[in-house]
């Protein structure tokens, strides 16, 4: 297609954009609530700008990161960005800029892949194009977006060229390379999205039930090959981790409560972003149309059915017996059911790009529809106007959603002087941009960007020309992420989906903070996490061992090891003077023992880091003893004294140590993880199978 006859046809889905381009000129969406925190500047903007610095700084693709956590493997989890190829061209960019500019284009990827499956379904040009752009303004989507869950939204939107793939020939192929990319994008889309891939196609195919098994096996077997680099190594770290002793509330977090369903009918409707799911008024009043008109019912039966089961998934432990399903193998892997409503929404826009191409029919008239939407219209709008009646108040949000609902009911009802005019199009997509636009500010709430923020610099106390390397504690979350990025600081605590199980029990111990269950914060609170933890005090020895320099916090801590040099404004910085270096020797007449190291009975001798890379580390060490280097043990990980292999051993369940004689020895420590590697060369086999089927064609 000529550019310019491109964007005669695709030019309005660039006005769902106008929702990022805050972002691109560098302000940060937060979720409107009045949180203070954003998954963009937890995880994804540090994991970018470690993995930015490791190619620029260093030449090397990084598998191991030491940034939160004391340490853990890059290569392996989902967050770091690492094996997803189209979200590396956000490193082109500032940060976190990259990211918005990135997730439009996604955005716009999205709106014309739904154009695309609409018109295969024989949906005509202006209703195709609206459900593109209802698509990319989907208020769930803007919801989620203020949350910062950008990878998430990654994978969202691969979700109509996974269902346009299977209405192709060879589908288990083109299905499989779409699968696979959401997976690399976000694992957590990919259960989702594949159960509706499998029901659509169970549903529009004319298989026999053994050809369907072969063809849905071909296609999570390409799916699984090509996401190599990141399903085996991620195998391992979910087995290692806290992750797999997640429990029923665990698995079934934030599922939908039956009053939040009223959500639908106005923008920030739920307790969380993962309750969002404002439909909007076009929406609602074409989903009513599809329902009272017999022809579009029936075209659109498989689509209703999955808003059905879609919403029944996101209502998790609130229907009675579900809890149970949480021992089946494999449910875990539909975490947060409310995430289901993304389906939800997704189907809705379907239906009601059909319904729409139904009214654009000069013969089409409307039997019951009449009566149906303005008894709909009027019920909700007196609905919601009970509502704020009894809550004596009646927020913005709320008057969005009668507003728009009103609106798009008269539209209906005066289509008829509308059509001759060629206007009915025109306005019902100014309505919607409105509505979509309107609601994404309502959902997101725009802030300046770090370098413009007032939150104040907590690394200002810190002391210039730090020798050696030190990790930090925050109790109280002090030093967000990515403030510790910017500043090439390592912590101790972290934010992260995955933990490693050994280390989580470590840091219960040094932190004094006891450890409830599954928990994506280290140490986990309860509420406002600058003072949630201000009963426990941590201990000086065992974070000294974590080789923990300074602790900032906005509580006072009581152990006299803690030596404070800042305090002002309900913020204390302390140095450990129970601080040990990166990497020490343990002398051999001792077993390592770390009741010794608490008892303060055993002298010890520093060892000097002489060079630092994200895959290695260099360390000069004078025997005989056990060298023990704060990083930590993990698989993957080789050593080799003076030139010569080595074993290492897992020190305190956490740590790495290996054996050294008399004398002086450079030990040098590699990652090499071999599950990368298999997981490499899998995804090579896939691609050779995917060029040899498109070859075939």
């Not at 104040?456 to 510790?484: C, D, M, T, W």
Request: charged content about 15%.
């Amino acid at each position: 297609m000529k550019p310019r006859k491109w964007l005669r046809s695709y030019w309005p889905l660039f006005f769902p954009l106008l929702i990022y381009a805050p972002g691109i000129m560098g302000w940060i969406p937060y979720p409107s609530t009045g949180s203070e925190f954003t998954d963009l500047l937890i995880s994804h903007v540090p994991n970018a700008i470690y993995l930015k610095e490791s190619l620029l700084e260093y030449r090397q693709v990084p598998f191991w990161s030491p940034t939160i956590l004391s340490g853990y493997p890059f290569a392996a989890n989902p967050l770091s960005g690492l094996w997803y190829p189209p979200g590396w061209f956000a490193l082109l960019f500032p940060l976190p800029e990259g990211f918005s500019i990135l997730l439009s284009i996604h955005a716009l990827g999205g709106g014309i892949g739904l154009y695309k499956f609409l018109r295969k379904a024989g949906i005509n040009h202006p209703s195709a194009v609206f459900g593109g752009c209802a698509f990319m303004l989907m208020p769930k989507i803007s919801a989620h977006y203020g949350a910062g869950h950008i990878t998430l939204l990654y994978a969202v939107f691969w979700t109509p060229w996974l269902l346009l793939a299977a209405r192709r020939e060879r589908r288990f192929l083109w299905s499989a390379i779409c699968l696979a990319g959401i997976f690399l994008a976000d694992p957590r889309w990919a259960a989702f999205s594949g159960l509706l891939w499998i029901a659509y196609v169970i549903a529009h195919s004319h298989y026999r039930a053994i050809e369907y098994v072969v063809q849905a096996g071909k296609t999570i077997l390409i799916s699984i090959l090509l996401a190599g680099p990141l399903v085996v190594p991620l195998m391992q770290y979910v087995a290692l981790s806290t992750r797999r002793k997640m429990g029923v509330e665990d698995i079934f977090i934030h599922s939908l409560r039956g009053e939040e369903w009223i959500g639908l009918l106005f923008p920030s409707g739920g307790r969380t972003v993962e309750a969002a799911m404002y439909a909007g008024g076009c929406m609602l009043v074409l989903g009513v149309v599809s329902i009272s008109e017999q022809g579009i019912r029936k075209k659109t039966r498989f689509w209703w059915l999955t808003t059905v089961v879609s919403g029944l998934i996101a209502l998790g432990t609130n229907i009675p017996g579900v809890r149970f399903l949480a021992y089946i193998p494999g449910v875990n892997l539909i975490r947060v059911p409310s995430r289901a409503l993304f389906i939800f929404g997704f189907s809705l826009i379907i239906i009601a790009s059909h319904a729409l191409h139904a009214m654009m029919k000069s013969k089409w008239v409307a039997k019951k529809a009449d009566y149906w939407v303005s008894g709909f219209g009027l019920f909700v709008i007196m609905l919601l106007g009970g509502v704020g009646y009894i809550g004596e108040s009646y927020p913005l949000n709320l008057i969005w959603g009668m507003g728009f609902l009103a609106i798009a009911v008269l539209i209906f009802h005066f289509r008829k002087f509308l059509y001759e005019k060629q206007s009915l199009y025109s306005l019902i997509f100014a309505v919607l941009i409105l509505d979509g636009l309107g609601a994404a500010w309502i959902n997101i709430d725009y802030r300046p960007g770090p370098e413009k923020s007032s939150h104040p610099n907590n690394l200002k106390a810190l002391q210039n020309n730090e020798l050696g390397q030190f990790r930090i504690y925050s109790p109280s979350y002090s030093i967000p992420q990515h403030v510790a990025a910017r500043n090439s600081l390592e912590l101790v605590d972290g934010v992260d989906p995955l933990q490693l199980e050994k280390y989580v029990e470590f840091t219960e111990r040094a932190t004094g903070v006891p450890n409830p269950g599954y928990s994506v914060t280290l140490p986990p609170f309860q509420g406002d996490p600058a003072t949630a933890n201000r009963m426990y005090q941590p201990d000086p020895t065992l974070l000294g061992v974590l080789n923990v320099r300074y602790l900032i916090s906005e509580f006072e801590l009581t152990a006299p090891e803690f030596e404070i040099i800042y305090g002002q404004n309900n913020l204390f910085q302390y140095r450990n003077l129970k601080e040990f270096p990166r990497a020490w020797v343990y002398p051999p007449a001792h077993r390592v023992s770390l009741e010794k190291i608490m008892e303060g009975g055993v002298m010890w001798k520093n060892a000097v880091v002489k060079n630092w890379r994200p895959n290695g580390i260099e360390i000069l060490a004078e025997g005989p003893g056990t060298l023990i280097l704060s990083e930590i043990a993990y698989p993957g990980w080789e050593v080799k004294v003076d030139g010569e292999k080595a074993t290492w051993f897992p020190v305190f369940d956490i740590f790495r140590g290996v054996e050294l004689t008399q004398g002086t020895h450079l030990v040098k420590f590699a990652y090499r993880p071999k599950t990368v590697y298999l997981g490499l060369l899998i995804s090579l086999i896939g691609l050779s199978v995917v060029l040899k089927e498109t070859r075939s064609e």
